[in-house]
């Protein structure tokens, strides 16, 4: 049986929890602190040049600085950055728990309990928003549900501080089409509103099963994001107002954080 991985000197690799697009997830033991932990392993798009390299790599390390500083239930804690192996590896809280979508692709959701995962997620990110962090990716897979019904935003892998335009500049689209508010779609820089229009299009995935651009391909769904109206959600209830809200095309006709609330609650 081959050796455990030892990153660092004291994060021992155990498993493989999750891969996503920019990364590897491990199940890991801190052996200074004996106890467990998950280790993200950072891996860069192919096709980079070593611009768009080097832009990501310090973003990667200033953002897992940035999400340090967040303290708050409703967020994976980050816990340390290595480099090793030329690349960065992100030390966090293990969160044993679905994801959202694990969860929706068992059917659409009562918009009850969907409201108040919204409620939840909100207040997380009106944490990050007021220490100035952006998450830029929200969507069901960045989304766990555990047991005790606790909610934690995870993967702030694409977060960036607000005003903070470096990767923009770079001409990458970061985030999941169906997912992307219209604003970045048009390569607009983010503003915590954006973040507040992937939340709508999230909850309105957990009470109609899927995004409302969910399309075939990711140009599809950028097309409809842009132009198309947001179906009307035939199940989401009293949720309807809030996701009209917070889906408004432009950012500022949308829904704000403290509108949103107590329609949640």
């Known amino acids: 049986m081959a050796q455990a991985r030892l990153l ?16 590897t997830v491990w199940r890991a033991r801190d052996v200074m602190l004996d106890r467990e932990v998950a280790v993200k392993e950072v891996v860069f798009p192919p096709g980079l040049n070593d611009d768009e390299r080097a832009v990501l790599y310090e973003r990667t390390f200033r953002e897992a600085r940035a999400s340090a500083r967040l303290n708050h239930s409703g967020v994976v804690t980050v816990h340390d950055v290595v480099q090793e192996s030329d690349r960065p590896w992100i030390v966090m809280e293990l969160v044993l728990a679905p994801s959202l979508q ?66 923009t500049q770079t001409g990458l689209v970061m985030g999941s089409p169906a997912y992307i508010p219209p604003e970045r779609a048009q390569g607009e820089r983010a503003v915590p509103a954006s973040d507040l229009w992937a939340l709508g299009a999230t909850l309105y995935a957990a009470v109609e099963g899927r995004s ?54």
Do not use: C, W
Request: charged share 25%; aromatic share 2%.
């Open 8 to 23: 660092g000197n004291r994060y021992r690799l155990d498993s493989v929890v999750g891969r996503g697009g920019m990364g």
């Open 102 to 167: 694990d969860i929706i692709e068992r059917g659409p959701m009562d918009h009850r309990r969907v409201a108040d995962i919204g409620l939840q997620m909100l207040g997380a990110l009106r944490h990050a928003h007021e220490k100035g962090i952006l998450h830029r990716d929200i969507k069901p897979s960045n989304v766990l549900i555990t047991d005790s019904g606790r909610v934690v935003l995870t993967d702030f892998g694409i977060a960036q501080m607000e005003g903070d335009a470096t990767l």
């Open 212 to 265: 409302p651009y969910e399309r075939s391909d990711a140009m599809s769904s950028l097309q409809a994001v842009l132009t198309e109206p947001v179906p009307p959600a035939r199940n989401a209830g009293p949720l309807a107002r809030v996701l009209d809200g917070l889906l408004a095309r432009q950012p500022v006709h949308r829904m704000t954080a403290v509108q949103a609330g107590p329609l949640l609650a």
